[in-house]
């Protein structure tokens, strides 16, 4: 049963919460002015892999709703406020199920038009939300940016196959670990780079990771609740999920977004796009790369236009 008082609800981010797998998901709805007299389009929102909602999600709540949109970001199954277990862990199981419930919290609410729901989906969420469109067929329509549509090709490409390898077994050692003691071993997913000491010739993506997680753009001050610590059990990236497979399949309409020079994410993104069903349509930001499209104005302000027209068309 969805019980979220309305009565107090306003323009702007309201906190509610709602149970996934017996879970309580801690959310942000953010609504637009006069949401009260005229019901208004919701939006799914998946964030970047590890993320909590005060990152990311701010951004995209607030630029939408001001658009009239209502957007909904959630806390997922063990970050930040949300219960669970196992904190910080990336279960794609657990998130498209939060998702899922997300989507049914959204069709009760007085001041949503149930009949207007779209997805958007940023980094590993547009790989999420690609997913979850596949499966959910209440979203009629959906925007991926910067999205890892095959994690099982970028898995290949951030290390030789000795790496990899090595990157395997100690995740199944540290699973092994778990399941006969109940430890969980971690590990920070940037490893030890910080803003200031990058290595020379490290890769910009990592360069530019570690300029929004490890700074006051992505983590620091306002998303206390974040952690860079994962389970030793989760790879960076699930090498499973790769959507190529089933994109001829996706035929609701799809917008796709990327940097122009985006290192991983836009090449997967050229890759996924020709397969993809019709109708879909493709963006590229110009001067953009992967985290341009987080949270830095210049570019987000263009993704927040194409999505606008996108979803009124559709």
């Known amino acids: 049963m969805i019980t979220i008082d309305q009565s107090a609800f306003k323009p702007g981010k309201n906190s509610i919460s709602f149970t996934t797998k017996g879970y309580r998901i801690s959310a942000d709805l953010y609504l637009p002015e006069g949401f009260e007299t005229s019901p208004c389009p919701p939006i799914i929102f998946a964030r970047p892999a590890t993320q909590v909602k005060e990152q990311a999600s701010v951004v995209y709540g607030e630029k939408m709703s001001a658009r009239g949109y209502a957007l909904l970001a959630v806390d997922h199954i063990g970050f930040g406020e949300s219960e669970g277990e196992i904190r910080n862990y990336e279960n794609t199981e657990n998130i498209i199920a939060v998702l899922t419930d997300g989507i ?44 890892y549509f095959d994690c099982a090709t970028a898995f290949a490409q951030m290390m030789d196959e000795e790496t990899r390898g090595q990157a395997i077994l100690g995740a199944n050692l540290a699973m092994e670990k778990y399941l006969q003691t109940g430890e969980v071993d971690r590990y920070p997913v940037l490893g030890a780079m910080k803003p200031g000491e990058i290595p020379e010739g490290t890769p910009r993506y990592y360069a530019d990771a570690v300029d929004y997680y490890m700074t006051s753009r992505g983590a620091l001050e306002h998303a206390p609740n974040y952690s860079n610590m994962l389970p030793a059990f989760q790879l960076p990236i699930d090498p499973a999920l790769n959507h190529s497979p089933y994109g001829d399949q996706l035929t609701l309409p799809k917008l796709f977004i990327r940097g122009s020079d985006a290192a991983i994410t836009g090449p997967l993104t050229d890759l996924f796009y020709p397969n993809a069903a019709e109708p879909k349509e493709l963006m590229v930001v110009e001067g953009a790369e992967h985290f341009d499209l987080y949270d830095i104005d210049q570019y987000v302000d263009q993704v927040i236009d194409r999505v606008d027209t996108f979803f009124k068309a559709n």
């Not at 149930?114 to 925007?143: H, S, V």
């Open 104 to 147: 049914t919290v959204l069709r009760h609410l007085d001041c949503i038009d149930e009949n207007r729901i779209y997805g958007m989906g940023l980094c590993m969420g547009g790989a999420y939300i690609t997913r979850l469109a596949f499966l959910d067929k209440r979203l009629k329509a959906i925007a991926t940016m910067s999205a």
